[in-house]
């Protein structure tokens, strides 16, 4: 998934942004963005739009990000809400919470955050069976949150 051959969720990149550039400022997208540079703002995908967003071991974003679709090896310092798939490669570093459909994470990966699916319940197959887990919110130490 991360050597030289790229998964394309949405099909094509629309937009790169090289590792010469640094964005101050929110970014609004549709159909693929490919990231190696900085952006220190929010980034977004058009309502409706059923994008991609990849970021690169070497892209950086200081804010947060709305896009269906993420496939990350770089860094997010914001929270990451990816509704359809997000994929994280063996140096990807997220510093805040993620809210995902459904996730892949490589061994390397980091998360310094909280994990929320959104697609519940989810159903895990186990050797005797399928099982049905429901997610309750709280703590890393299994406490329920105060609501």
Do not use: C
Not at 124 to 129: I, L, N, P
């Amino acid at each position: 998934m991360f050597g030289s051959k790229k998964e394309t969720l949405s099909g094509r990149v629309d937009t790169l942004i090289s590792d010469a550039a640094r964005i101050v400022g929110d970014v609004g997208f549709t159909g693929g963005l490919h990231l190696d540079g900085k952006i220190n703002g929010n980034v977004a995908s058009e309502p409706g739009n059923n994008a991609t967003l990849w970021i690169s071991e070497k892209g950086l974003i200081e804010g947060n990000i709305d896009v269906p679709n993420v496939i990350l090896n770089g860094i997010v310092r914001g929270d990451v809400s990816a509704r359809d798939k997000l994929v994280l490669g063996p140096k990807a570093s997220i510093s805040g919470n993620v809210s995902y459909g459904i996730m892949e994470m490589a061994q390397g990966a980091q998360v310094a955050g909280r994990l929320m699916p959104l697609n519940l319940p989810v159903t895990v197959a186990t050797q005797t069976g399928a099982v049905a887990l429901k997610a309750v919110p709280g703590n890393f130490d299994g406490r329920r949150s105060a609501s």
